[in-house]
């Protein structure tokens, strides 16, 4: 028979640790954590290069978290280590390469199905996915053959590489001039005329590397597909040209699940977000949202530690 939990959390990032903390700190340990990766905030450990900074609060959102954890602005890898450290001493039950593709309501209950078949029993779902954790991809195909050397993140780059990073946000920006600090051939290219989502911080060393023709900006251009050249990628910008690079990195955002909230039959508004109540219940009585997928800003630590708390309290009341 399967077992039934009182409570499982979908997404392992730092509002799905949170809220499997608040659960435990109100006695209820009869709980799951489910992770598509195969560790625990992969967001942060696949997209943020070593040492980069992370801050609790984003786009100016001040939060004081209630509940108990006490998180500060750091690293990546002191966050990583925190939220590591609140896994293993509450002895939180986690079970990594488990992505979810609906919750489907059974019996008063909710049955959670995963890409690979399983199934899962709650009593209560909170949805904590993090709309990073899907990126998106361009509309145009990618060939077979490129996908080596066509990248959403920068792991796979080394040294003295031409590499094209595709976005106009900020971690477009930190990519690019990363990879030229690491001794790379960089170029930026954005579909707009100007930048309009990067912080002060990052819009400066853009600016700043720009002008001493560190890194090349391409701005109001399009693209409009890939090729293979020999090995690298041939780039067809719009307006005809054409330019080859060893690589090319897309950082164009996330993508919202909109495929698994939908199948949940949960009602979303017209930006494709779930329609929440103040405790952050959708539509489907028993499944919470919490972190950047149920916020309007999104991205805010603080903001997901303190959904956690809300729904903690509701779910104990």
Known sequence: MTKIYDVIVVG???????MMVELAERGISNTLLLEKSSMFLSTIRDFYKDGKRVDKEWKGVSIEPRGVIDFLDGTKETTLEFFGNLIEKRELEVEYSKEV????????????????????????VVVAIGSMGKPNKPDYKIPPKLKSVVNFNTDKCSTNENILVVGGGNSASEYAYALVDDGNSVTMSYRKHRFSRLNSENLHILKEYSEKKKLKLKMAIDIEKLSEADGKVRVHFSHGETEVYDRVIY?????????????????????????????????????FVIGDL????????????????????????
């Open 294 to 317: 149920g916020s309007v800003s999104g991205g805010s630590i603080s903001l997901a530690i303190d959904n956690a708390y809300t729904v903690a309290e509701k779910i104990v009341k």
């Open 251 to 287: 950082a164009i955002g996330g993508a919202v699940p909109t495929d698994t909230l939908r199948k949940s039959k949960i009602e979303l508004n017209e930006n494709l977000r779930p329609i929440l109540n103040e405790n952050m219940e959708t539509s489907v009585s028993g499944i």
């Open 101 to 124: 593709e609906s919750i489907e309501s059974w019996d008063n209950k909710f049955r959670i199905h995963t890409t690979s078949n399983e199934l899962f029993i709650a009593e209560k």
């Open 12 to 18: 392992a990032g730092p509002g799905g640790v949170a």
